[in-house]
C-alpha cells in the first residue's frame, strides 16, 4: 500500500509559496517531511493518521485540535484525533446524523463554523453541541479518486481561527489523508479497514488512560504527554497500544501494593 505524491507536494508547495510567501513554504514543507513515507500495510493507516492530525495541529496557524472522520460501511467513527476533548463535537453529530463534518463528507463541502456567529445550518446539531472552548470549525472532505472517506476537522478557541494559508495547507494534509484511506480499501476493502478502526477505537481507552498517567506524573498536557507516549512506544519497539497497556497494568499494580 504505497503512496507517491512527491510531484503533486511539489506543485503545492510551490503555490503555497506564491500565496503565502515563507510561512507557506515552511508550513508545506514540515507538513511533508511528516507525512512522507509508504503505508505497507492495513496496519500502518491508523499510525499514520494520528501522525497526521498531530502533524497540522502543529503546523496550522490557529489550530488548536484536530481529528478525522472516517466514514465506513455507513458508520462514521473517529479515527484520530489530538484533544479528546473534541470527540463530545464528534458524538454529537453521529448522534443526531448531521453536522459540519458528516456535510462534508456527504456533499464534498468544505464547511466553516462560527459557533458565536450564530450559525443555523445543521439545527440539530448546533442545538445538542456544546462547543466549550471551540469557537471555530473547519471540515474538509476527504476524497480520492471520486470517493469520499470522511473528513479533516480542525477546530480553534479563536473566532475566525484560520486564513486563505491555513486553508491551503489543511487541504494538503486532507489529500494525503484520504489517499491513505483509498489505498487501504484497495488494499482490504470497506470491511477489513471498518474493523481495523473498531479495534483502534477499542485500544484508544488504554492509551488515554496511559496519557492520563503521564500528565499526573510529569504535570504536561494532553499532546506532550502522546508525544511522550509515542516516542517511547519508538525507542522500544512496542505498538502503542502494547506499550499503554504495560503503563496501566503497572500503575495499577503499583496502587494495590500500596494498599
Known sequence: MSIDTTDEDAREAEALYDDAGQRGLGAAARLMDDLAGNLEGLDDLTPYLERLVQSVNANIDG?????????????PRTAAYTTAGTLEIDAVQYAVGDGPCL??????RENLVDFAGGEERWPAFIEGCDPGDVQTLLALPLESDGRRFGALNLYGYARNAFDHTDLALVRMAAQRAADALAAAVDLSGAREVAGQMEQAMASRAVIEQ??????????????VAFELLRRQSQEQNLKLRVLAAQLVAEARSSRSEAI
Open 63 to 75: 489550530c488548536d485540535c484536530v481529528g478525522v472522520t472516517v466514514v465506513m460501511e455507513d458508520r
Open 103 to 108: 456535510d462534508a463528507f456527504r456533499n464534498g
Open 210 to 223: 496511559a496519557k492520563g498517567l503521564l500528565m499526573g506524573r510529569h504535570q504536561i498536557d494532553e499532546m
